[in-house]
Nanobody, 115 residues
């Protein structure tokens, strides 16, 4: 079992930045893919970005060039640096960690982009 604790969400003006963090409990052994997803009201949960154990990254087209995903394997933590935020980025952001091919979800953190 893996417990994920997310932090860093909040209210920001358009064009602003936020950094999300997600810390996974327990050993890092077996953790492969780490990532972020988001879900806006009335929408399905969608991929934002993922990062593999070797550092390879994948981004949704809508955030490519504005968001950066990174991980600290020693701390079992994945980060999402979000720059040039837009109102359409408003959503609940969920951390996802895959350990031994089983996916675990965080509780979600709200990101609101509004003036």
């Amino acid at each position: 079992q893996v417990q994920l604790v997310e932090s860093g969400g909040g209210l920001v003006q358009p064009g602003g930045s936020l950094r999300l963090s997600c810390a996974a409990s327990g050993s890092s052994f077996g953790i492969t893919l780490m990532g972020w997803y988001r879900q806006a009201p009335g929408n399905q949960r969608e991929l934002v970005a993922t990062i593999g154990s070797g550092g390879s990254t994948n981004y949704a087209d809508s955030v490519n060039g504005r968001f950066t995903i990174s991980r600290d394997s020693a701390k079992n933590t994945v980060y999402l640096q979000m720059n040039s935020l837009k109102p359409e980025d408003t959503a609940v952001y969920f951390c996802n960690v895959r350990k031994f091919a089983i996916g675990f979800w965080g509780q979600g953190t709200q990101v609101t982009v509004s003036s």
